[in-house]
């Protein structure tokens, strides 16, 4: 049996710079409640993003939802299926109705063209998601949130390091939050961040995620407990010193199955953005089974057949949950129902061997005709 591959693999600092980075904490006993690590990680993220102000949470879904609340939203927010379920259960868990913009077919982003069309009395937000590293067309996001007073919230989870035209991608809409959990291209183990330039969001958010206490007798605030604890700040800390290097292997990879898949008729491959600066999260290819000659299931299978484990991401779309039955319609986004069911996010990451991602070709020119 051949080696596992499996979608993704967590990139981790060799295990004594990460004692090393703990090491102090055994010293002060400070484990988490905004202690060194999270002060030091949240400055040094803000500098390599490029953003004015960040606030770190225990996980990118609590960045999302709080941050929602923060923005203190009523009514619809427009939004896609094309997404993780986290999107779409923080707009609900905060009893707002998502109200779903189908995508641009060419970069899986929000159809701008579509967007205003969704626009009632009753929006309150636009809440686009960055997808496979690809980012939203904000220039007319940000034109139509300002025509009609929207406030705009990013999800950003796939998109940490990138540039658009020279501006981290942290510095859009009114947030922006990102995900670093263990799959991501940065992780902190479990974490997430806000990123944001007005204050009063900041001080929302903090409340948000630490109870309302603003010291030992004052809880001027009602929160939740969403504060990033030390050793996830470390984890952080020790893989911001390496991320570049992690991105620049990852684009390896990303080369190499450019390389080998190119001319495939019936098989589309990422677009490259014009004015981005990518941080290769992902490898999507959409298959059109009827000039590919095989289905997206049946690649999948024969890829499983040798061990190595793709994932149809994202699939299904948020709106065909059986949690929301009944509530949605997918026929309303037919681009996006269309890619869900044909894309597959090949194995990437920046250990995997080019001799792996040239077997992984090879698997899937063997299923073309």
Request: hydrophobic share 40%.
């Amino acid at each position: 049996m051949n080696k596992e591959i499996l979608v993704t693999r967590s990139a981790l600092p060799e295990m004594e710079e990460y004692i090393e980075e703990i090491r102090s904490i055994w010293e002060n006993h400070w484990l988490t409640n905004m202690g060194n690590k999270h002060i030091a990680l949240q400055e040094k993220l803000a500098e390599f993003m490029g953003v004015d102000k960040i606030e770190l949470f225990t996980n990118g879904h609590m960045a999302i939802e709080l941050a929602l609340q923060a923005l203190n939203l009523q009514g619809e927010v427009i939004t896609t299926p094309f997404t993780f379920a986290s999107t779409t259960h923080a707009i609900v868990r905060n009893g707002l109705t998502p109200v779903f913009c189908d995508i641009d077919p060419a970069d899986f982003t929000m159809d701008v063209t579509k967007l205003e069309a969704l626009i009632t009395d009753r929006t309150s937000a636009i809440l686009p998601v960055h997808v496979y590293g690809n980012i939203c067309h904000v220039e007319e996001i940000e034109r139509i949130a300002h025509k009609y007073g929207l406030k705009v919230l990013y999800d950003a989870a796939h998109t940490f390091g990138e540039t658009y035209k020279g501006v981290g991608v942290g510095n859009f809409g009114d947030v922006s939050c990102f995900s670093f959990h263990a799959t991501k291209v940065f992780n902190t183990i479990e974490g997430g961040a806000a990123c944001f330039r007005d204050p009063r969001i900041g001080e929302k958010l903090y409340d948000l995620k630490n109870f309302g206490i603003h010291g030992p007798e004052e809880v001027s605030g009602i929160g939740a407990n969403a504060k990033m604890n030390e050793f996830c700040a470390a984890m952080g800390l020790c893989n911001l010193r390496h991320v570049k290097e992690e991105i620049a292997m990852r684009k390896t990879v990303a080369e190499r199955y450019r390389d080998g898949l190119e001319g495939l008729s019936g098989l589309r491959m990422n677009v490259i953005q014009k004015d981005v600066d990518s941080n290769y999260a992902y490898f999507p290819v959409v298959i059109e089974e009827s000039e590919f000659g095989a289905s997206r299931e049946e690649v999948f299978d024969a890829l499983a057949a040798e061990n190595i484990y793709a994932r149809k991401y994202f699939y299904p779309l948020t709106n065909t949950f059986e949690a929301y039955h009944g509530r949605f319609s997918a026929d309303r986004t037919p681009a996006a129902l269309h890619v869900s069911k044909r894309v597959l996010t090949l194995p990437l990451y920046s250990s995997l061997e080019l001799s792996d991602v040239d077997r992984i070709v090879g698997i899937i020119r063997a299923c073309h005709v």
